[in-house]
């Protein structure tokens, strides 16, 4: 199942989802929905309690509703159960609770979103600063990573021109771009920052933003110039491109005196974007 995953907000509740591309429908976290509409500490239990209690619906779960990876509070990726908009419809008619209805026109709200930026990929624009900006990055750094991701899709929409696969060939391009210019591995990068599973990019700072986005688009640019017919020569290319940004982040450096590379992650106080605290 090709999905993305994310949170969504219930009455400042947090509900894990899930965004099947391929049957377009979202699948909702069954633990997180029960725990939004009872409000039980532990909506684990009160799941399991409610599968004993009726056995109809115990069933209908077990036979309908599927393990979908989602990521933990710890942010670890972990498969839970999960359902969507039909499933959810039928659990939330066993839970007494006076938050059915709003939460049904919820799941209705959300879903014409995701159909309403599939038609306007700007509202997906809007909808991801709206979701920064609830996180309390800047809104200097907000337009930063919206143009990240911008340059980011070109570039991987010149790979697959290229036929450079998505998944592992892509990862490996991109470490390769990253190496060059920062000095370390995707992994290496994330560790320095305390991260795990966390986005990279979601925790540079402004600079290593830009940094990281003139190595894309300059990637991008070399490839189009030299039209690599190999993943070689994408790699190549990729090379290429990370040594304009690591020549523009020594002269940087240089002229600063401090490092361009910083340990602040977005939990370190959401310092995203106060680059004078970076070091």
């Known amino acids: 199942m090709k999905q993305e995953t994310g949170i969504k907000l219930f009455e400042s509740r947090r509900v894990r989802t899930a965004w099947n591309e391929d049957t377009e429908e979202w699948y909702f976290s069954v633990v997180d929905v029960v725990g939004a ?3 039980s500490v532990n909506p684990t239990d009160y799941l399991k309690k409610l599968r004993k209690r009726d056995e109809l619906l ?27 908009t039909e499933q959810l419809f039928r659990l939330i008619q066993s839970i007494p609770s006076p938050k059915a209805e709003p939460f049904k026109l919820w799941i209705a709200q959300v879903a014409k979103e995701r159909l309403d930026q599939i038609q ?12 920064y900006k609830r996180l309390g990055y800047s809104d200097n750094w907000i337009n930063q990573r919206l143009k990240s991701i911008e340059i980011r899709k070109e570039l991987t929409d010149e790979w697959k021109k290229r036929g450079v696969e998505e998944g592992q060939q892509f990862a490996t391009l991109t470490d390769i771009i990253t190496k060059t210019w920062s000095g370390k591995s995707t992994k290496e990068y994330k560790q320095y920052k305390g991260l795990k599973k966390e986005n990279l990019r979601d925790n540079m700072t402004n600079t290593e933003l830009v940094l990281n986005m003139l190595a ?3 990637t991008k640019q070399i490839s189009e110039n030299s039209n690599p017919e190999t993943f070689a020569d994408s790699a190549n290319a990729a090379v290429q491109g990370g040594e304009i940004a690591r020549n523009a982040r020594k002269e940087l450096e240089l002229k ?11 939990k370190s106080g959401m310092m995203i974007g106060k680059e004078k605290n970076e070091n």
Do not use: H, W, Y
Request: charged share 20%; hydrophobic share 35%.
């Open 216 to 218: 894309e688009l300059s």
């Open 37 to 39: 509409l009872t409000d």
């Open 58 to 84: 115990g069933e209908f779960i077990g036979t309908n509703c599927p393990q979908v990876e989602m990521i933990t509070e710890t942010g670890k990726v972990r498969k839970t159960l999960a359902a969507n």
């Open 120 to 131: 306007d990929p700007e509202l997906s624009i809007n909808q991801a600063m709206t979701d």
């Open 256 to 266: 600063t005196g401090k490092s361009a590379i910083s340990s602040l992650n977005a």
